[in-house]
């Protein structure tokens, strides 16, 4: 699969700060996905994008899609001790099956 | 009522053994993956099915056979273990082969000693 560049690898954030992660590729994308992973789970779907450019929330996290195709953000506004967990960027190259991952931002909440 | 569920969630075993991992999914989906989860956390596919049929077979050992009987199970078989194989696996399964939207399983943890 491709190769994501996910940072920062790890962080800690104080209880109520925004915090921001991103993910770069360096071939074009059609989709990017964020998941979030919690001890002993699997991962879960947070914010899927489909097109350049495009911005969408789903509560405190806000995603964004690149308009180059090759770079995606997340944003977590007023973080909470819940958020904590690893959050992987996904994507999906055209006319190609295979999902590629980042190798995840540890967010670590102190309260 | 788990919609990904995957048996057994631990499985400890010794170096050389034969060992499965089921899969069952109860979302009405046409594909189905299996992602191997290192120590280091990352995500890497090994294989998909999309109605049965292999789409994805990425580069593993061919002691890895998954063997899909419908679209609502697939297992993975994995021959004469070794200590590198101890990871964690995961399910996971999609409406179709075209979208990245996953719903994984918990996880089955192996330990290979």
Known sequence: ?111 | DTAVSQTPKYLVTQMGNDKSIKCEQNLGHDTMYWYKQDSKKFLKIMFSYNNKELIINETVPNRFSPKSPDKAHLNLHINSLELGDSAVYFCASSQGANTGELFFGEGSRLTVL
């Open chain 1, 1 to 111: 699969g491709q190769q994501l560049n996910q940072s920062p690898q790890s962080m800690f954030i104080q209880e109520g700060e925004d915090v921001s992660m991103n993910c770069t590729s360096s071939s074009i994308f059609n989709t990017w996905l964020w998941y979030k992973q919690e001890p002993g789970e699997g991962p879960v779907l947070l914010i899927a994008l489909y097109k350049a450019g495009e911005l969408t929330s789903n509560g405190r996290l806000t995603a964004q899609f690149g308009i180059t195709r090759k770079d995606s953000f997340l944003n977590i506004s007023a973080s909470i001790p819940s958020d904590v967990g690893i959050y992987f960027c996904a994507g999906r190259p055209p006319n190609d099956y295979k999902l590629s991952f980042g190798a995840g931002t540890t967010v670590t909440v102190r309260a």
